[in-house]
Structures are given as structure tokens and as C-alpha cells.
């Protein structure tokens, strides 16, 4: 599985957050070095790998067409 935006971000451009936050069982979040790129929340049935997979997609909108995604906080 290739995630090179999530890549990008974790050799030193950003920060990936995967874990509890509050009362949310599984998020991952994404940050570059100004700004939230996306915030999602993991599926009940959801695997790990398409967590990852979506995360990676939102980094690519983000930063194409400057639309962010955030399921935490709506």
C-alpha cells in the first residue's frame, strides 16, 4: 500500500495523529506544517488499512482542490 501523502507528512512535514480523541474510539488526523488538512472518523466495520487509505486521499484533496475534510468537528 503506497500513501505517499501521509509519507510527505511524517518525514517531517507534518503530523499524523491515529488513536482516541475524546469520546471517538478511532481518528486520524492530518497536519501539515500551517493547517488541518482532515480529521476522520473510523468506521464501525471499517478496517485499519481503509482509514489509512481515506486519510491519504483527503491529504490529496486538500491540498489540490483546498477542500478539507473534518468528520470530527462537522
Known amino acids: 500500500m503506497k500513501l505517499k501523502n501521509i509519507e ?4 517531517g512535514h507534518g503530523d499524523v495523529t ?3 480523541i ?3 474510539h478511532c481518528a486520524a488526523i492530518a497536519c501539515d506544517e500551517d493547517q488541518q488538512l482532515a480529521a476522520l472518523v473510523r468506521g464501525k ?3 485499519f488499512e ?4 481515506r486519510l491519504d486521499a483527503a491529504i ?11 468528520e470530527i468537528n462537522g
Open 8 to 11: 510527505f507528512l511524517i518525514d
Open 18 to 20: 491515529l488513536g482516541r
Open 22 to 24: 475524546g469520546p471517538i
Open 45 to 47: 466495520r471499517e478496517s
Open 50 to 53: 481503509k482509514l489509512l487509505a
Open 60 to 70: 490529496g484533496k486538500a491540498w489540490e482542490d483546498e477542500v478539507r475534510v473534518d
